[in-house]
Nanobody
């Protein structure tokens, strides 16, 4: 059974940092892309960051220079370090797994709230 186990969300003050983790299990042994998308109330889901098995990264414009994604392939885990957090970063962050020919898989979502 495939699973994306997310952790690390919570409440943080503006300017603070959080680290999200997503551990994948039960997926086929194939090159893939993992990362996060986020959705705030009343807004469309948007790209946060993704990283391929080979280490190629992609960031949404709103988080470039502040968020950094990495992965530990032996552990099948990806990490998102979020720095200089702003209230606009408040959203549910969904871990995503994708490979060519295989449908997207999504984690349950982790709430990140940036507030004073």
């Amino acid at each position: 059974q495939v699973r994306l186990a997310e952790s690390g969300g919570g409440l943080v003050q503006p300017g603070g940092s959080l680290r999200l983790s997503c551990a994948a299990s039960g997926f086929p042994a194939t090159s893939n892309t993992m990362g996060w998308y986020r959705q705030a109330p009343g807004r469309l889901r948007e790209l946060v960051a993704t990283i391929t098995t080979e280490g190629i990264t992609r960031y949404g414009d709103a988080v470039k220079g502040r968020f950094f994604i990495s992965r530990d392939n032996p552990a099948n885990t990806v990490y998102l370090r979020m720095n200089a957090l702003e209230p606009e970063d408040t959203a549910v962050y969904y871990c995503n797994w994708f490979a060519a020919g295989v449908r997207n898989h999504w984690g349950q979502g982790s709430q990140v709230t940036v507030s004073s």
